[in-house]
């Protein structure tokens, strides 16, 4: 079926010439008219030319032909046609049923003509594509799911991945495609296990993951749990393996094994400082909503604060977690106490001024929507102040650097260590 296939039915076609078997070329070009072919005319032609000379039985299925008939009968009237005129008529019109399958043809291979001459690249090559190549095929792989047949559609995504091997949103997505088909569980997984074992390199492990996803959801837990803990092996920081596996072993067993899932890797020498960040925070989110512990999951933050000055996904998870507690108009200026003293860690913190700038925004709409009567002071201040001219940022650290308490609240974030401490009275 490939466009550009046509050298390997020359063999074919050759193959069985020499062997005179004149009756299955006939039928090899009886199947090549029907498939779209960069060289698709001169089959057809050579087709019709040796149809000329076949039995009429043998150029049109049972049915087609016994309908003609029965047609070139109908027309006849009461002045039957001599047996010579009706083969002649027949031919006429079995030749025209030939040029219909032809303009068919034709057609689709019109449509496909324009996404194959931009594939300039038909082969496997360790350099990348460029973007014009990936997003041909992936408009290619648009049509040819909306023309529905199956055979077509997964033999091109099969021509796909010889050039893109390297490239998991190829997998991914073909995966997916099959996965929509219900009943191709063996061929799902046929195609997460080539791009896992085979093609995608190790430091891209999205494909791995959604292989492991797809095992978990039809019920091997051990298959996924093995195929995580290979990408840790390779991968030993890699944050969104490490979740999964803590929210794997959650599923399967509790949350206390999933809690000493995170406290290995939150203990290892293998997990870097960012990563350790990140896992604190989803230590302090299963804490809080699955064992449905808030204040313990607030000790957390607190006792691990010191440990991760320039930690986004620490930091920000520690406002939201804050931002997200419910409470009543009566318990309102206590949230806000709260919510507050956590943003004005982040301004002492070693965050970049973007990251403190978006944090800045979700704490400016708090004020606006959950604030008391003097929130739009302090969110008017607080907005010149963060997204005010450089010059009034300068005046603000010196004025904070006065501030005896400010600059101790300073020193405590920034005297941490580059290892966690796990606080087991609060797992």
Request: net charge negative; hydrophobic share 35%.
């Amino acid at each position: 079926m490939d466009f550009l296939a046509h050298p390997f039915w020359d063999k074919y076609i050759e193959y069985e010439e020499r062997l005179d078997a004149h009756d299955r070329v006939f039928q090899l070009l009886e199947r090549i008219i029907h498939i779209p072919l960069h060289q698709y005319a001169r089959y057809f032609e050579r087709y019709r030319s040796m149809a000329a000379n076949r039995p009429t039985s043998s150029l049109a299925p049972a049915d087609v032909i016994t309908t003609m008939r029965h047609d070139i009968e109908g027309d006849s009237g009461a002045k039957p046609k001599q047996e010579a005129d009706q083969e002649g008529e027949l031919r006429q019109r079995l030749d025209n049923f030939h040029l219909e399958i032809f303009h068919r043809t034709q057609t689709e291979t019109t449509k496909r003509w324009t996404y194959e001459q931009e594939i300039k690249r038909p082969y496997y090559h360790v350099t990348e594509l460029d973007e014009p190549q990936l997003s041909n095929w992936r408009r290619y792989l648009d049509f040819e799911e909306l023309e529905g047949d199956y055979k077509r559609t997964k033999f091109l995504y099969e021509r796909c991945l010889v050039t893109a091997a390297n490239y998991d949103e190829f997998w991914l997505r073909y995966a997916r495609w099959m996965k929509a088909r219900n009943d191709k569980v063996e061929e799902v997984r046929n195609i997460y296990q080539r791009a896992s074992c085979l093609f995608v390199p190790i430091f891209k492990p999205t494909v791995r993951l959604r292989y492991a996803f797809f095992e978990d959801s039809l019920g091997y837990v051990a298959i996924a749990r093995g195929i995580l803990e290979a990408i840790l092996m390779n991968l030993p920081s890699h944050l969104e393996t490490i979740v999964a596996l803590v929210n794997l072993d959650r599923r399967a067993q509790g949350v206390d094994a999933a809690m000493d899932v995170l406290k290995h890797h939150l203990d290892s020498s293998d997990t870097s400082v960012d990563t350790r960040g990140a896992l604190t925070a989803e230590w302090a989110r299963l804490v809080w909503e699955v064992k449905g512990q808030p204040e313990e999951a607030r000790k957390i933050y607190q006792s691990q604060r010191h440990l991760y000055p320039d930690s986004k996904p620490f930091w920000s998870q520690w406002l939201f977690f804050e931002l997200r507690q419910p409470s009543s108009a009566a318990q309102e200026p206590e949230t806000h106490k709260r919510v507050k003293a956590v943003f004005q860690d982040i301004r002492k913190s070693n965050l970049s001024s973007d990251v403190v700038e978006e944090m800045a925004g979700y704490y400016l709409d708090y004020l606006q929507e959950r604030g008391g009567p003097d929130a739009m002071k302090e969110h008017v201040q607080l907005e010149t102040e963060i997204f005010g001219p450089s010059s009034l940022r300068t005046s603000l650290e010196a004025q904070t650097a006065d501030d005896g308490s400010a600059t101790q609240s300073r020193k405590v974030l920034e005297d941490g260590r580059s290892g966690a401490e796990t606080d087991e009275s609060v797992v």
